[in-house]
């Protein structure tokens, strides 16, 4: 059927597998290239030179595609791969500059904090005793991020170990104040690309290239998420990390693995679930080899402690209480919940729970499941060890991506490094393995329960919506009017916020209602947005959330879906300057979510006139649809083919273009058009 593309008697030679790899990873590496110029491109209006550094990236990712897939000799392809990584590291420094530029805000609560405890700590004062809330409006933190409990309160407390602050020192000492953090933070994230270079087996090294310049991690590590700091520590921690058991290892792999774990526990709690894990491996090992686990175990667990109270034990000793309050605050405070875990049931698919606590015991079976588990099938288990504990953090009320997507480069390196388990079992007696696997069972089948009943218990407020007000034409919603029924028999504490896509807003104001309501009571209340920033569009679904910390749970009133029509002004444009008493007719069309035409009559439609001038903001002077000069909005209704007519016209002529816009009006203002332009002129219309 097809012809024949090799000569007759030419026998086709397959390449090797791991020149194909080779070839694919190059061709992978030559892409991360083009992609790093096409977003330096997108930095063009913000950074001078960006242009240049873009086609730079574009034309060397061009020019590395034919080298890809040729035979290279081992010396020229050994300098290809050191251009593909420092240029990577370059491109990362630069769109680090770039993203700095364009957003110079802080993007989460944890990196203000950092910073602010590293200023605190280089001001004299203990980091754990002061209060950072000062650092959510000094680092401009979106409401959005920042942390609130059950009891309505921000989070204003530092809640991470020391390294999360220390790091940031450095920079702040040599005078680099503005985005000191965001700094370190990219730098740590090229650190992590070194690490996974130069610890994964030399045909993957381009891996690190590739994984490092994800958009969902530099995203992150240049939106204010510290988790880029521990990962360079969690990289050498898995790097072959079952080499501690054995006596005849002779590289620093023999010690950096725990060294460089209780460093990434200094950092941040997420690897803090990793610890037993390993340290049940590492007994293993031994154990398996037939050599004496107890005391490796110690050494291995000594190591790692020291190196986690190094840079905690002066405050450990400054202040105790401090230290541990402020260490344990993710584990004890009743934060809201939050994440793309399990708890999005409750959250996005449910009408919430009321039982939050139910989630943290799911976890700590699971946890405890999962532990058993790694002893009853270490082989079967091995190379997955490093993502086991990552599992424990799906179930706990707090459940967000970054806890998983940053232990991925370690659990690379991992299973890239480690040796086979030298071990057929976990437990010489039978008893024993038996027993291992019914608390594997028992933990796992107890954290799907405590899961079923964190997911179906029912919250303890019933809310639904009686009124809400619109702030117009910024599309928003600034109050809420809701009835609120305490279906338990004891009293609570209601505290109140909206949703905000996948997040909440930080508490809004309650206007008018009870602080407590008594079992079984029934009460009004009246919530007012505490800002701009926590009020969500009216084009979606308004998401109520009732907190309560006793009991530990959310209620979530889903209003009806709004409206999801839209409109749109035709022309959008008029390249034309309006003669004074000249007339200008605009059509505003009803339009579909995909932006297609709706045949509707009797739809009533507001069109609104205002000046935006260089001194503020003035009404508009035209007359539309013949009514009095300045009046606005003006209605009209869509006749049956879905469009609604406006004639404008000016009996004045005003200096300053003004702008129309169109939207729904009833029930509320929605469905905002695109704005459209006129310019009006004394004398004749322009050319």
Not at 38 to 55: E, H, I, K, S
Not at 199 to 227: C, K
Not at 608 to 625: D, H, K, R, S
């Amino acid at each position: 059927m097809f012809p024949e593309l090799d000569p007759p008697g030419r026998r086709r030679t397959p390449l090797d597998a791991a020149v194909l790899a080779g070839i694919v990873l190059r061709l992978l590496a030559s892409l991360v290239w083009l992609l790093w110029g096409l977003r330096l491109f997108t930095a063009v209006p913000v950074v001078p030179g960006a242009a240049a550094a873009g086609l730079g990236f574009v034309a060397g990712g061009v020019l590395l595609l034919p080298l890809a897939v040729v035979a290279l000799p081992p010396r020229i392809e050994r300098a290809v791969d050191a251009v593909l990584l420092v240029g990577t590291l370059v491109a990362l420094a630069l769109w680090t500059q770039q993203a700095i530029y364009a957003s110079p805000a802080y993007g989460t609560d944890e990196i203000a904090f950092g910073q602010g405890a590293a200023q605190a700590l280089l001001a004299g004062h203990d980091p754990y005793a002061v209060n950072l809330g000062w650092t959510l409006a000094h680092f401009q933190v979106p409401p959005v991020d920042m942390t609130t409990t059950l009891s309505g309160a921000l989070v204003t407390r530092l809640s991470y170990p020391a390294l999360s602050f220390l790091l940031y020192v450095p920079l702040l000492a040599l005078g680099v104040h503005p985005q000191a953090a965001n700094y370190m933070d990219a730098a740590f994230w090229g650190l992590a690309i070194l690490a996974l270079w130069f610890t994964l087996p030399r045909p993957w090294r381009l891996t690190a290239l590739i994984v490092g310049s994800l958009g969902v991690y530099i995203g992150q590590v240049t939106g204010g998420i510290l988790d880029a700091l521990f990962v360079p520590f969690a990289i050498l921690a898995l790097w072959r990390w079952d080499r501690f058991s054995d006596p005849t290892e002779r590289s620093i792999a023999r010690w950096v693995g725990p060294v460089a774990l209780g460093l990434g526990c200094a950092v941040q709690q997420s690897l803090w679930f990793l610890v037993p894990f390993l340290c049940v491996a590492i007994a293993l090992e031994a154990r398996g080899a037939g050599r004496p686990w107890v005391r490796r175990v110690l050494r291995y667990a000594g190591l790692l402690a020291a190196a986690f109270l190094i840079p905690n034990l002066p405050f450990v000793v400054w202040g105790p209480r401090p230290w541990i309050l402020g260490t344990v605050l993710p584990f004890v405070h009743g934060l809201v919940p939050l994440g793309q875990g399990l708890v999005a049931v409750s959250l996005y698919l449910a009408r919430g729970s009321g039982d939050l606590v139910a989630y943290t015991i799911a976890a700590v079976c699971v946890w405890i499941g999962l532990l058993a588990l790694t002893v009853a099938a270490y082989p079967q288990v091995k190379r997955a060890l490093p993502i086991l504990p990552a599992l424990v953090l799906l179930f706990p009320t707090r459940s967000l991506s970054n806890y998983f997507l940053f232990l991925i480069p370690g659990l690379l390196v991992a299973s890239l490094t480690v040796a086979d388990a030298p071990v057929a079992a976990p437990a010489t007696a039978p008893g024993a393995r038996r027993g291992l696997r019914w608390a594997a069972g028992a933990g796992l089948a107890g954290g799907g329960l405590a899961l079923v009943l964190g997911i179906t218990s029912p919250p303890p407020l019933q809310v639904h919506l009686l009124a809400e007000q619109t702030t117009g034409q910024l599309g928003t919603v600034d109050a809420v009017t809701l009835v609120v029924r305490n279906e338990t028999g004891r009293t609570v504490e209601p505290h109140f916020t909206v949703g905000l896509g996948p997040y909440m807003s930080t508490v809004w104001i309650v206007r008018r209602g009870p602080r407590r309501l008594a079992g079984h009571a029934q009460a009004d209340y009246e919530l007012w947005a505490p800002g701009v920033a926590s009020m969500p569009s009216v084009g979606e679904t308004l998401v109520v959330y009732g907190l309560t910390p006793r009991p530990a749970a959310v209620s979530v009133l889903r209003a009806e879906p709004p409206d999801v029509l839209h409109v749109q002004i035709e022309p959008a444009a008029i390249a034309r300057a309006i003669p004074r008493d000249g007339r200008v007719r605009l059509a505003v069309t009803l339009l579909t979510p995909l932006d297609q035409p709706r045949r509707r009559a009797g739809i009533v439609v507001d069109l609104g006139q205002v000046v935006y001038a260089e001194g503020g903001v003035f009404p508009g002077e035209t007359a539309i649809n013949g009514h009095a000069e300045g009046q606005s909005p003006v209605a009209a209704v869509t006749n049956r083919d879905g469009i609604a007519h406006f004639t404008i016209r000016a009996v004045q002529v005003q200096p300053d273009a003004v702008f129309y816009q169109a939207w729904l009006a009833r029930p509320y203002a929605r469905g905002f058009s695109n704005l459209v332009s006129l310019r009006f002129v004394a004398g004749g219309a322009s050319p």
